[in-house]
């Protein structure tokens, strides 16, 4: 088998893949094999199937070397290449987003492809993973989940970037203890509850019983609470302001902050379920305690996804409510939150969120194409789409003081730059 390496970066790219652990010391394999004179890229290398043999292949660990070899190709050749997100989503591999694709009797459908219900496809997802009983939050039998569709397409979005941005090996493990592939199933978590507070934010009947955080405890009887976890992977100055931002959120917008409101319950509910689950042995899936340090991490996401620095007009406000340590803090930047820095750039700009009210979802996902490069997602409207581009272009703005991006308008394109 031969192979073709553009260039040294892609090698390196290669060589995460395999082992990320492993780059530097492949990198330095890459520069002796350079240099004595096997060629350089972007000719071919001539003996570069002998170095994947002898030096990644005995590190490869749960994958066959046929499969790494597929998804390398798969990256730099299909998805690297201007395409419209609804072939982005369709060329998706079932494995790639569903976590419990080899594990449950019960098959999943993705919606945006079967055109099946979005609602239920959040309903399912939970049912087969056993976690059915955290989504009384949302009356879900009664109720049709608010804004389903949208959910479901940052679900896809971040499964998307995920798999063709390679910045991500460094900040995910791709199995966890139990070899299952990590991000999906944390992804999955984050992305179909991250809004389901929603419907409660501006309850009145809520509003009348809940002032703060021990008052929302004591109504949705939380036991296990977040805050007194400790939790890696996040933005700690957001984490610890919590308390106080819930409490500005209720007294001076009059809302229940959804995003704290479903990060608490979540986790609670999360983990109550695994200990009944642990008990009754129910469903042939894990329910260790190691689950809840990852739920932790899930529920902080969630937590802190609606939490705003102030500008100049609120500044006085948040220094009231005992939160002068988020006036002037740096954005969010990929290395300590990389969950809520992905979950931030999806959540933005995500088309069905944008165009939704004026036009069907398939014109949607068919006339914006996108294309992935090593740290940056082009996002471009069609040449006959009618779809307003400068909607797209104006939730961009949202990134400025909040995530650590730099973005590049053009009147029917937009780049954002992960840094």
């Not at 660990?61 to 997100?85: D, G, H």
């Not at 219900?117 to 049912?127: E, G, L, V």
């Not at 941005?165 to 592939?181: A, D, G, S």
């Not at 082009?378 to 006959?384: K, L, Q």
Request: positive net charge; charged residues 25%; hydrophobic residues 35%.
């Amino acid at each position: 088998m031969l192979l073709f390496a553009e260039n040294a970066s892609h090698l390196c790219y290669l060589a995460g893949i395999f082992q990320k652990n492993e780059s530097s010391k492949i990198i330095k394999i890459y520069t002796q094999i350079t240099t004595q004179g096997f060629g350089y890229p972007p000719s071919p290398l001539p003996n570069l199937n002998v170095f994947f043999y002898k030096t990644l292949f005995p590190l490869t660990k749960r994958i066959t070397f046929a499969e790494k070899i597929e998804k390398i190709n798969n990256k730099f050749t299909q998805n690297n290449k201007m395409k419209s997100l609804k072939q982005h989503i369709i060329d998706l591999q079932q494995s790639d987003w569903d976590y419990y694709n080899n594990v449950s009797s019960m098959s999943l459908e993705n919606p945006f492809v079967s055109n099946k219900n979005h609602s239920d496809f959040i309903k399912n997802y939970f049912k087969r993973s056993g976690k059915e009983p955290v989504l009384d939050l949302i009356e879900i039998n009664n109720d049709k989940i608010i804004k389903a569709e949208h959910t479901n397409s940052i679900f896809f979005l971040g499964m998307l970037l995920h798999n063709n941005i390679n910045i991500t090996e460094k900040y995910f493990n791709e199995y966890n203890n139990e070899n299952y592939k990590e991000f999906p199933f944390i992804w999955f978590l984050i992305c179909l509850y991250h809004d389901f507070g929603m419907k409660h934010e501006s309850s009145e009947e809520l509003r009348n019983k809940i002032i703060d955080i021990d008052t929302l405890k004591s109504h949705f009887e939380i036991v296990h609470c977040l805050l007194d976890t400790t939790v890696t992977g996040i933005d700690q100055l957001l984490f610890n302001h919590i308390r106080q931002y819930f409490l500005y959120r209720r007294l001076h917008h009059k809302k229940i902050d959804h995003g704290i409101l479903a990060g608490l319950y979540f986790y609670d509910r999360l983990v109550k379920n695994r200990i009944i689950q642990q008990k009754e042995k129910k469903k042939k899936l894990f329910w260790g305690k190691k689950l809840e340090k990852q739920y932790a991490l899930v529920a902080s996401v969630i937590a802190i996804h609606n939490i705003w620095f102030p500008n100049d007009n609120s500044a006085c406000e948040y220094i009231k409510f005992e939160m002068k340590g988020l006036i002037n803090a740096k954005p969010i930047t990929l290395k300590k939150s990389p969950l809520l820095y992905i979950l931030g750039i999806v959540d933005t700009v995500d088309p069905i969120k944008i165009y939704s009210n004026k036009h069907q979802i398939d014109y949607i996902l068919t006339n914006l194409n996108i294309k992935f490069c090593d740290k940056e997602l082009i996002i471009e409207n069609n040449e006959t789409s009618t779809l307003d581009f400068t909607q797209i272009l104006h939730k961009s703005d949202n990134f400025k003081g909040w995530l650590d991006v730099d973005i590049i308008k053009e009147a029917n394109k937009l780049t954002i730059k992960m840094k």
